[in-house]
């Protein structure tokens, strides 16, 4: 068999399937790059064509907060251009596809607990609404697995425009299964993205500054998600089997601590898509170190033994019980029941693809008077005519 055979495929139709015990603990969004649309917004130039989509989101605020508020400026544009020309269908053919392209269209999630606050933009990626190929495809946000650099920063821009924000808000971990995390802020902004990372060995990042967008990285690991609404600050780290043990959810919240002084009951806190237990087999040290580290009546709840001698290892309950115990309250817990490898032909999954294949991405931006004034700026300025027929 060649090793393409065994990489799981993108199908972008295919129905994410959520985990029977955890459930549907997240929000599908579908979002249609109309950049087409927005450029002709600002030139007026109806027949241009779509090339210079790519310079978009560096143009400012103005531009950001108009994906956000998509729905409405599609349906103005649509009203204008039957107004204008009068001759709708024409202009479709004209402009191929422009809010029909399918291939354009971003799937991301977003926890329902956390929007639910008013005070963050939260997401995950999917590998859908890309541009990277092969293996990879076709969001891939990981500049370091062998694929175009220049796919991943457009796939960068285009997940930044359906979540909301740009890619010079983000900053991103150097992932390397530590427990460090580390406090930053606007300086960092676009760390990772369109500037060098001034840092190593960093699995978690906390920030109070609004506009901030921290971003880890993903193939089967676990997101975790901290909301301060309190203190208005947040945190967000990757935890995989070995910051899982080490603790990193509890380091997470005991830095917000030192830092914010969040108090982790008034924490939100989410578990995000990472490897079921049923998906997810470890050998006699991995659970050695579980064992250690859990006390003896959680045992039973975070692996069992097989007859192989191997054991499945459940590290949404593990990273659960983690946060529990440091004082996260139950109904502000959110676990998505979204398993990667379980899901391969929609997110990439380390496991199920073995080894070949891009990353997800979790983001996190604490929102506050910046948006609302962006928000602000870009209400319509005319009332919008009413559609006819
Ligand atoms: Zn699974």
Redesign the pocket.
């Known amino acids: 068999m060649r090793n393409s055979d065994i990489v799981p495929e993108l199908r972008r139709e295919q129905p994410l399937s959520w985990d029977r015990t955890y459930g549907r603990g997240m929000t599908e969004h579908r979002y249609r790059g109309r950049d087409r649309d927005r450029d002709k917004d600002r030139d007026g130039d109806r027949d241009r064509d779509g090339d210079r989509v790519r310079d978009k989101d560096r143009d400012g605020d103005r531009d950001k907060d108009r994906d956000r508020d998509g729905d409405r400026d599609r349906d103005r544009d649509r009203v204008r251009d039957k107004d204008r020309d009068g001759n709708r269908v024409r202009d479709r053919s004209r402009d191929s596809g422009r809010d029909i392209d399918i291939d354009r269209e971003v799937l991301w999630l977003s926890f329902p607990l956390l929007d639910q606050s008013g005070l963050v933009v939260n997401g995950f990626s999917t590998r859908i609404g890309g541009v990277s190929e092969g293996v990879c495809a076709s969001m891939n946000l990981s500049f370091s697995r062998g694929d175009d650099p220049a796919a991943v920063s457009e796939n960068f821009r285009r997940i930044s425009a359906a979540m909301g924000f740009s890619p010079e808000q983000i900053v991103c971990s150097d992932q390397t299964h530590t427990t460090n995390v580390r406090r930053v802020g606007k300086e960092h902004c676009g760390s990772g993205v369109v500037r060098e990372r001034v840092w190593k060995d960093v699995d978690g990042m906390i920030t109070d500054e609004p506009g901030v967008v921290l971003a880890t990285f993903y193939a089967d690991c676990v997101p975790l998600y901290f909301v301060d609404p309190v203190h208005r600050a947040i945190g967000l780290s990757h935890s995989g089997w070995r910051g899982t043990v080490n603790g990193m959810g509890a380091v997470t919240l005991q830095k917000m601590k030192a830092e914010f002084g969040t108090r982790p009951e008034e924490v939100l806190a989410a578990v995000g898509p990472s ?2 237990q ?2 997810y087999e470890v050998s006699e040290d991995v659970i050695e170190q579980f064992r250690n580290r859990f006390p003896a009546n959680l045992q039973e709840l975070l692996y069992y033994r097989k007859e192989n001698g191997k054991y499945q290892l459940n590290l949404w309950e593990a990273n659960r019980q983690l946060l529990l115990s440091s004082g996260i309250r139950e109904e502000h817990l959110q676990i998505s029941g979204l ?1 990667t ?2 899901n391969p032909h929609v997110l990439f999954s380390h496991r199920a693809s073995h080894g070949r294949r891009g990353n997800l991405g979790a983001f996190l931006m604490l929102q506050g008077s910046e948006r609302e004034s962006r928000e602000a700026h870009t209400a319509p300025a005319n009332p919008r005519p009413e559609r006819r027929q």
């Open positions: 490897i079921c049923s998906c398993c490898c379980c």
